[in-house]
């Protein structure tokens, strides 16, 4: 089977659970962060729809220089937790769309992050996917869900019930 068709369930259901979290985020909280070193609430709501614009990018090039002009995709800022979710919504279409597109020998095309001369990591198209995308929101979404439970909002469903849902 190609494997585009074996990793969109995955992201279709990573990005349902993603969007469920989003959706609980407070504008009057985006500047609330659990320690001074902490991202605050809302450059971590923010962060993950970011996270999801790489996609399309991962495909059109074979790198991404975090410290050069190629950066510039990076640049999401907050506005409000509506226009988060749009962004998130928007880059969830354009992101499946890439996935979708992509024949199994785009998706074994090693793609590099670097900071400049410093590479930070190579590996194929396919790992960035599931790797720098995928597990990089899901381990984002997890400090999430600690942020909202700390301020008392009630947590969706991500792989179960959480104490919200068995009430």
Not at 21 to 44: R, T
Not at 92 to 115: F, N, Y
């Amino acid at each position: 089977m190609p494997i585009a068709p074996t990793l969109l369930p995955e992201f279709d259901a990573e990005m349902q659970r993603t969007r469920a979290l989003l959706a609980c985020v407070p504008d009057a909280l985006a500047d609330w962060k659990p320690h001074p070193k902490s991202m605050s609430m809302s450059q971590l709501a923010i962060h993950i729809p970011g996270l999801v614009t790489w996609i399309p990018g991962v495909f059109a090039d074979t790198e991404l220089d975090v410290a050069g002009p190629s950066s510039k995709r990076l640049g999401i800022r907050w506005e409000s937790a509506p226009a988060a979710m749009r962004t998130f919504d928007d880059a969830v279409v354009a992101g499946r769309a890439a996935i979708q597109g992509a024949s199994d020998e785009a998706m074994m095309v090693p793609w590099t992050l670097r900071a400049g001369d410093h590479v930070i990591v190579t590996m194929p198209r396919v790992a960035v996917l599931r790797t720098l995308v995928m597990n990089h929101i899901i381990h984002h979404r997890g400090q999430l869900s600690v942020y909202l439970r700390l301020n008392d909002i009630a947590l969706p469903e991500i792989y179960g019930p959480t104490a919200d849902s068995v009430r």
